[in-house]
């Protein structure tokens, strides 16, 4: 197989990428300058070493600080950030979004995922024994206050809240902490990838 095939092919195992999109991909590095490949190089060969996954939020993060590893990421470390809000999101574009919208300043954790209605083993699907985990420590050290779902409004989103919701209560003892939803009401696909400053503003005051 030469260069260009297999380079399309890891192109492919990209989320979302097929082939075509996998070949435009090589096409347009074979036209583009030398300088950009070698940053691009560069940049992969610094996530070879470096990439590591926060063990509070669980998003995956670029440490440069080779040797001394980093546990947790720079919105984990800040110590400007609200430790009394927990907002609980499906994946890490949500959390990026979500960051550069500028109107949230507590705590995250990643589920890493949805669970489908009837499943069986949810535990298995998403992090729930590390989100109570989570939870107990930060009641433990009586910072948490608010646990915010923004969960996607749909069937999966719907089941995963509700047993987060039955398991925390459970486990933690609902009177100790509140649980809060952002409003729904702008639109009934509020898709938190893609939320604007506004929207996303506005869901989040009217969260109940
Ligand atoms: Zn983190």
Redo the contacts with the bound molecule.
Sequence with gaps: MNATDRLSELFMRFPGIGPKQAKRFVYFLLREHSHYKEQLIKALEELKFTGKQ?E????FFGDKSNGNAKL??D??ESESRDSSLLLIVEKELDMDAIEKTGSYNGL?FILGGLVPPLTEKPSEIIRIRELTARIHDSLKAETLSEIIFALPVTDYGDTTTEYIEKTIKQIVGIDKVTLSHLARGLSSGLELEYVDRATFTSALERRS
């Design positions: 926060c509070r939020c669980f998003r947790l990421c919105i984990c995250y």
